[in-house]
């Protein structure tokens, strides 16, 4: 048992019926010896690299909050161009670090080695406070963050210390997004209550946009598994071969909606783009070399969507049917994995007045496709998928012109890579050679 | 050698494992049983027929089509694995009809097979049960209506009902269609031919 090993042990030793009602032997008393170690062992977790993006989002916000960084970040948001308020970008990340590190603060402050203790008559709001005092040292830099602002008042530092602690609780124990979007809102709403600065309100909007998004993820599902208002659904007029694998990836896809998470970087990208395009600080060549940047951060959106269908279809993915040809597939894959992108790529299009988003996306998917259907245990990694997309992402020097013939002899050499490796991935199926995913 | 079904000197090898070697068929319409002991390569030489799988040597033909080379030749061919490999997050209609749709036979003839069955075409994969599933995967081979039928033990987790339903059904096929199957226990029609699979190891 790792970590709380002989405090644990002696607890779980005691019967429950009998605990109440004796006192403390010997036998399973804690001993002190115990209790040290295991002081040591959460002090060391508290500060230890599973919780590490927590810690240094709040030593970032210790620094702002200090003025210790203040030229730097004063260079930073000049560089964006977007006249944004310092204290609500550093809130607004503080608060998606929070929920970024939920599941590693979870592995932290609620180990497999305590879940034992939700089975004893000690309760959640028990199992709460018994988890408490380690998430206050955890969240030590709020604590420092709140003095700086109100030396003098300390109930206030006291009273937010504590709420930042209680949300970090929360987020800890929350096993669904939204509850631990919730949880971490708390310590944000209670400091605009006590602040009264506009900055705070951020991240409760991001949390209420996050909440928002779930009858979204509904509506979502329902399409997905529902008849396609384009390829047909279960019954109907005929359907096209192409049309049916479609809507097999559509209702593969809309089994779960975790490939969706990786949605927010282009989206954000997007709306980023909106603003300079907007305040008329990206001109020129700006745009497009923008929406393209944008683009490419839908790199993951198509990794999620094609591992999902991966995970979904299993040894299938690539022959759903022996009488599927390998060109059919393809093709469908291509389409089901560029889909989810598409719509981000053709807004950008449209503000930057560049196609150069869309034969990024195009590449983007390729580039993909490429990879996981060579190896998929080397997906995640994506090297040499990065290293093909730097072609078209790192000739921002080039005239439109050529940057667009440029990124049209990629994606012709692409399709030949892509076209190449699925049939030898096909041949290697069909020999019972090929032990990957794919079969 | 003459027949819808028709190999010569089949025979197939995972790398690096046993060879599976089947006897020269010029099957006809009737039934015909692939027998053979356990790990002798049955289900994986139906595969090979089925052109799931290449062959390492030898040829295949139905109704003088290869089915290795020529995908669309697979149609003519329905094959029914066990275990199954239908879709499970679709309902067994939805996985039926998306077969006859790629085969471009968009027509069903198994409402009123899976009705006799007792099977619930509405009824999601993921929760179907061994026989329902087998159930669905006997009516996925069917889809199409192709001249030849490569069933792997299809009586396997059937109850008693099915097994005499299934044994009725395929004995109106016996004039009709080229039916090959597998099964280890009794089996409960009058065949035509029985073959035996062959295991070489080491060649």
Not at chain 1, 148 to 161: E, I, K
Not at chain 2, 144 to 157: I, R, S
Request: hydrophobic residues 50%; charged residues 15%; contains cysteine.
């Amino acid at each position: 048992m790792p970590g709380t090993a002989g405090f644990l042990h002696e607890i779980h030793a005691v019967p429950d019926i009998v605990r109440p009602f004796c006192p403390v032997s010997a036998a399973y008393s804690v001993s002190p010896t115990a209790v040290t170690i295991t002081a040591a062992r959460w002090s060391v977790r508290a500060i230890g690299p599973r919780v590490g993006l927590l810690l240094l989002s709040q030593l970032v916000t210790l620094t702002l909050a200090g003025g210790l960084a203040q030229r730097v970040l004063e260079a930073i948001v000049a560089s964006l161009r977007a006249s944004p308020d310092a204290r609500a970008i550093a809130f607004g990340l503080i608060a998606l670090a929070t929920l970024s590190g939920s599941v590693p603060l979870r592995r932290a402050l609620c180990p497999a080695s305590l879940a034992a203790l939700r089975r004893q008559p000690l309760g959640d709001p028990s199992f709460a406070w018994l988890r408490l005092p380690w998430t206050l040292m955890l969240v030590w830099p709020s604590a420092m963050v709140l003095w700086l602002g109100h030396p003098d008042r300390p109930l206030v530092v006291a009273a937010g210390w504590f709420a930042v602690a209680a949300g970090t609780l929360g987020v800890a124990s929350s096993a669904r997004w939204r509850t631990a979007a919730a949880w971490a809102a708390l310590p944000f709403v209670a400091a605009c209550l006590v602040d009264r600065h506009g900055a705070f309100a951020w991240p409760a909007i991001a949390v209420f946009a996050t909440i928002v998004t779930w009858p979204l993820a509904r509506a979502v599902r329902t399409v997905l598994e529902g008849p396609s208002p384009f390829f047909g659904g279960d019954t109907g007029r005929a359907r096209t071969p192409l049309g049916v694998l479609l809507g097999l990836d559509r209702a593969a896809l809309g089994t779960s909606l975790h490939w969706l998470r990786p949605l927010w970087p282009p989206l954000a990208g997007l709306l980023y783009v909106v603003v300079v395009v907007g305040n008329g600080n990206c001109r020129g060549d700006c745009p497009a070399t923008a929406g393209v940047i944008v683009t490419t951060l839908g790199l993951g959106l198509v990794v999620a969507t094609l591992g999902a269908l991966h995970q979904v279809h299993g040894t299938r993915l690539l022959v759903p049917d022996r009488i599927v040809s390998t060109r059919l597939r393809l093709a469908s894959l291509f389409v089901a994995s560029v889909t989810p992108l598409v719509p981000i790529a053709l807004a950008l299009a449209l503000i930057t007045r560049s196609p150069l988003p869309l034969t990024q996306a195009l590449t983007v998917t390729l580039a993909v496709l490429w990879v996981q259907l060579g190896d998929p245990a080397r997906a995640p990694a994506l090297g040499p998928a990065l290293y093909l997309l730097v072609v078209p992402v790192a000739i921002p020097w080039l005239p439109p012109a050529t940057r667009l013939a440029a990124s049209v002899v990629v994606l012709l050499v692409l399709t030949l890579l892509v076209e190449r490796r699925a049939a030898t991935a096909r041949r290697a199926l069909a020999t019972g050679a090929f032990r990957g995913r794919c079969r | 050698m003459s027949g819808v079904l028709v190999t010569e000197g089949v025979a197939f090898r995972y790398p690096g494992g046993p060879a599976f070697a089947l006897p020269d068929l010029a099957l006809g319409p009737g039934l015909h049983r692939l027998g053979g002991a356990n790990g002798s390569g049955k289900s994986t030489l139906l595969r090979v027929l089925a052109g799931d799988l290449a062959p390492t040597r030898g040829t295949i033909r139905v109704a003088g089509r290869d089915p290795v080379r020529d995908v669309a030749a697979r149609v003519l061919i329905g094959h029914a694995p066990y275990p199954d490999d239908l879709p499970d997050f679709l309902t067994i209609g939805r996985a039926l009809s998306d077969l006859a749709a790629l085969r471009r036979r968009p027509e069903r003839h198994d409402e009123a097979l899976a009705d006799a069955l007792a099977l619930p075409l509405d009824l999601r994969l993921a929760r179907a049960s061994a026989g329902q599933r087998r159930k669905a995967g006997l009516l996925a081979a069917l889809v199409g209506e192709p001249p030849v039928l490569l069933l792997d033990e299809p009586w396997t987790a059937l109850d008693a009902a099915a097994i005499v339903l299934v044994t009725a059904y395929l004995e109106s096929l016996r004039t009709t269609h080229v039916v090959l199957f597998t099964t280890h226990g009794d089996c409960p029609l009058a065949v035509d031919s029985t073959h035996v699979a062959q295991a070489a190891s080491g060649r």
